[in-house]
């Protein structure tokens, strides 16, 4: 139903986890998909194959989206590569399992600059872009935890959560009149690496109990993900959209 044949997209952080499945539902939609990574290039490769085997273009670039000049360096070879930009979901990631007590400033410059700062970045580079083409969408991957705070103290985790929020309201004023629309996906637990490094085989099962639906897929943020980027979502901007089984309701 919702077609994405002729536009272009990037996803960063999609060598792995929620970036790749995003990327590959984007590809399935009919985008041609810029695959971003931080160090895995091997699973970088891997994404990028998959979206070759549905028939879309697929462009591989290794940035630190948290570093301006890696991000000034991938916009560029977007547009040299492509020549436009359609679509940026800003989702690369990470988080740490430590509270207060734990953390120290180093811990939270690094999640601060990784989740947030990337956003900033990335989204002033799009709207750039998107500003002269005058349409474009954009998208932020938050969390539930920036709805409702994070359940063991990640502070710094659940600041950039609810940061990504702020941002997404905000920046959706300043893009309007471009034709650009600004949207947040806020997952719930969705089981990837980074889920569980933070929690646990044990403790996902646990928190899988808790929540009506159980564990989320990738798909079913991929399919968030298509939605928010499609012609027919053009009047949705500013949202944050829950993709969380029931874990919150708001
Ligand atoms: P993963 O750890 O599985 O994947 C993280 C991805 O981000 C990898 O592709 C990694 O690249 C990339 N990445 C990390 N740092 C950078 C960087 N500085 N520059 C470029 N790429 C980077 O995480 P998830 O898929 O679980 O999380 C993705 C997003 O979804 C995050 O924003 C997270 O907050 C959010 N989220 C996740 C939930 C979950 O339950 N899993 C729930 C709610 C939100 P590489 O492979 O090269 O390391």
Same mark, same amino acid.
């Given at each position: ?9 990037? /996803?960063?952080? %999609? ?9 590959? =539902? ?7 998909? /810029? ?30 989206? *948290? ?7 991938? &916009?560029?070879?977007?547009? $040299? ?13 990470? +988080?740490?399992?430590?509270?207060? &007590? ?15 700062? %990337?956003?900033?970045?990335? =989204?002033? *580079?799009?709207?750039?872009?998107? +500003? ?7 998208? &932020?991957?938050?969390? /539930? ?16 959560? =609810? ?42 099962? $646990? ?9 989320? =897929? ?11 980027? *499609?012609?027919?979502?053009?009047? /949705? ?11 919150? &309701?708001?």
């Amino acid at each position: 139903m919702f077609s994405l044949k002729g536009k272009v997209a990037l /996803v960063t952080g %999609s060598s792995r986890g929620i970036g790749r499945g995003i990327a590959i =539902s984007l590809a399935e939609a009919g985008a041609d998909v /810029v695959v971003n990574y931080a160090g895995n290039a091997k699973a970088a490769e891997e994404c990028a194959d998959i979206i070759r085997s549905k028939g879309q273009k697929a462009l591989v670039i290794q940035a630190d989206v *948290s570093e301006e000049d890696q991000v000034k360096a991938m &916009f560029a070879e977007i547009m $040299k590569e492509f020549g436009r930009l359609d679509i940026l979901v800003n989702n690369a990631g990470t +988080s740490q399992d430590k509270d207060i &007590f734990a953390m120290d400033k180093a811990d939270w410059d690094r999640i601060i600059k990784t989740n947030l700062t %990337s956003g900033m970045l990335c =989204s002033k *580079s799009a709207m750039e872009i998107m +500003s002269e083409q005058k349409c474009g969408r954009i998208i &932020f991957i938050s969390s /539930v935890v920036g709805e409702r705070g994070a359940l063991y103290g990640h502070i710094h985790y659940a600041a950039t959560k =609810s940061g990504q929020i702020g941002m997404t309201k905000t920046l959706a004023r300043t893009a309007a009149p471009y034709n650009i629309t600004v949207n947040a996906i806020a997952p719930g637990f969705i089981a990837t690496e980074l889920f569980l490094q933070t929690h646990g085989e044990e403790e996902m099962k $646990k928190l899988a109990a808790s929540v009506p639906l159980g564990i989320g =897929s990738l798909e079913d943020i991929g399919a968030a993900a298509v939605y928010l980027a *499609s012609d027919e979502a053009r009047y /949705v901007t500013g949202a944050t959209l829950d993709v969380n089984g029931g874990n919150n &309701f708001r």
